[in-house]
């Protein structure tokens, strides 16, 4: 059953390339609402934990310490079907073969630096929406 919630990270490079409005811009045309927001700086740990699925991928270690090297803004997204569209609007996660007028092909810098995190089913929207935000902070 498709969930009308979503969450996004606008990743490191892309905030400090001053792209985060721009993208947040891109996301409210394509008809999602923002039920939270958050300006923050992911700490190691919390890197660590929060792509923990991804452990024993060989690129673990450098995704930790890239998604703790600056600043992040974190959005849980509102939308019918919102992770399977979101998923559409933000394109491949390699920016070289996304279509175009999607996000990662506008703002993506390649394929470890792709400008954004999306979820990749319902349940990890909910799981990765909570991790950022408390349940008062979700409108």
């Not at 923050?40 to 929060?50: V, Y």
């Not at 990890?124 to 935000?133: D, P, R, S, T, V």
């Amino acid at each position: 059953m498709a969930s009308n919630r979503t969450f996004t990270m606008i990743k490191p490079e892309a905030v400090a390339a001053g792209h985060a409005g721009k993208i947040l811009d891109m996301i409210m045309a394509n008809g999602f609402r923002v039920v939270s927001l958050k300006y923050t700086r992911i700490s190691h740990h919390e890197a660590g934990a929060f792509y923990e699925v991804h452990k024993e991928r060989p690129f673990y270690g450098e995704l930790v310490d890239y998604m703790a090297s600056g600043p992040t803004y974190v959005a849980i997204l509102e939308k019918e079907n919102a992770v399977e569209d979101f998923r559409k609007l933000i394109g491949a996660t390699d920016p070289a073969n996304a279509e175009e007028g999607t996000i990662r092909k506008r703002f993506a810098e390649s394929k470890a630096k792709n400008a954004v995190h999306g979820s990749d089913s319902n349940e990890n929207a909910l799981i990765e929406g909570h991790f950022f935000f408390s349940t008062r902070e979700q409108h």
